[in-house]
């Protein structure tokens, strides 16, 4: 990708995350701030919540012409977590960044992205250009309907989570964010070694006060965790966790997480 394109593709992503912003701005009542800061944006989400029908108004009177409404309702819909008629700021936030960057992708203004726009999607969304092979493999991932080519609907839905109770699709920012903290690479997958860090963190705080012999049962019991994860979620053998793949992590880590926990109950009563 030249860097003719890279200036276009921000440009045009700043220009619409200033827009669609503004409309949540007018229906919460509050403000979430932005700033450029040389060639970073930087977002600051406020911890406040908009009206989803006074949000769908705005969103519908203001959208780019090429999206359809029915595409608004879809994405409404991804943003609500649970029953409340209400949608944060920060899911808010993720989506719309993800949004802003699909429509700024969207050179040719077709409303769909073909494999050469995918490059720069990926670039705007994660900041580091993808290679030729992984843009082949989340093009794959994306196509839901193997048209080759993704809507932008397909698109916010690749990076949406899967509810570990109902199955349904939702937009979980919080589970992308983990992904992207413990891809500490920046390869585009979790390896078995990031994804132990990633069960160490989570388990740091009710684990600390075991001895050192339990310590070493402790931690061959989130090895063998790590091991179970992987091996249900990795489809392609390639023995790292793509984010299509990783996106089922808390369906697995749900189920294996009470083990841990009784593992630590049964270590703490032992040493009293």
Request: aromatic fraction near 10%.
């Amino acid at each position: 990708m030249d860097y003719q394109t890279r200036e276009h593709a921000f440009s045009l992503y700043q220009k619409h995350l200033h827009k669609y912003l503004s409309c949540f701005n007018t229906a919460s009542g509050h403000c979430i701030n932005y700033e450029e800061e040389e060639e970073i944006f930087v977002i600051i989400a406020c911890n406040t919540k908009a009206d989803k029908d006074k949000l769908r108004d705005e969103l519908l009177a203001r959208k780019d012409s090429v999206i359809p409404d029915t595409e608004i309702e879809e994405i409404l819909s991804l943003m609500s977590t649970n029953s409340a008629n209400s949608i944060s700021s920060n899911t808010y936030l993720y989506i719309t960044k993800a949004m802003c960057s699909y429509l700024a992708t969207d050179l040719n203004g077709d409303h769909v992205i073909v494999p050469s726009e995918l490059n720069t999607l990926l670039w705007l969304t994660e900041g580091i250009e993808p290679t030729k092979e992984r843009v082949a493999r989340e093009l794959a991932a994306m196509d839901i309907n193997s048209d080759g080519s993704i809507s932008m609907v397909e698109w916010i839905k690749y990076l949406s989570s899967i509810d570990p109770v109902s199955g349904a699709s939702y937009f979980d920012h919080e589970l992308k964010v983990k992904f992207d903290y413990y891809d500490a690479d920046n390869s585009g997958s979790i390896s078995k070694y990031e994804l132990l860090n990633m069960l160490r963190d989570t388990f740091k705080e009710s684990s600390k006060e075991l001895e050192a012999g339990m310590k070493e049962i402790f931690d061959k019991c989130l090895n063998d965790m790590a091991n179970e994860i992987l091996k249900v979620l990795d489809k392609d053998g390639s023995e790292v966790l793509e984010w299509p793949e990783f996106k089922n992590y808390m369906i697995e880590f749900t189920k294996k997480q009470n083990e841990i926990v009784e593992v630590i109950r049964k270590a703490k009563a032992s040493s009293y």
